[in-house]
C-alpha cells in the first residue's frame, strides 16, 4: 500500500499545504482607531515571525515545490466572547494601554457587542505545491 506523504530522497512526490495566519491584519471595528492599532501592534509584535505567511510562497518556491498556490480566506468573529477566546485582546489592552484608555476600548468593544454591531477579521492564506 503507497504513502500519500511527502518524503525526502531523490524522488519526492506529494504536496505540501501550510496554512498561517496573517497576524498583522487583524480587522476590528472600533471607534478608538489609534488605541486599537497600538493593541493589534503589539499584539503582532509578540510573535517570533508574524510575517511568515507573506513569505509562503516565497519559502515554498525556494524548497524546490513547483505549482505553488496561496490562496486568502478570512475569519469573521462577529461576538466579543469569540474574540477574546481567540485572541485574548482584552487582557492584552489592560497590559499595554494605561487603565483608563483600556476601560474605554473595552466599552466601546462590549457596546457594539451588545448592539450585535461587533466585527473583527482575521486573513488567513492556504499555501500548496508540488513535490516531484
Known sequence: ???DRVRPGPRVVGRVV???PDLE????DSAPVDTTRRVLAHRAAGYASPWV???LRGLMLAA???DVRVLAHHAEI???ATAERVLRLLGLARAVLAPEEAARWEEDLRARDAAGRFACYVP???ACGRAR
Open 1 to 3: 500500500m503507497g504513502s
Open 18 to 20: 501550510a496554512v498561517e
Open 25 to 28: 491584519v487583524v480587522l476590528i
Open 53 to 55: 505567511v507573506r513569505q
Open 64 to 66: 524546490g515545490l513547483t
Open 78 to 80: 462577529t461576538d466579543l
Open 124 to 126: 488567513w492564506f492556504v
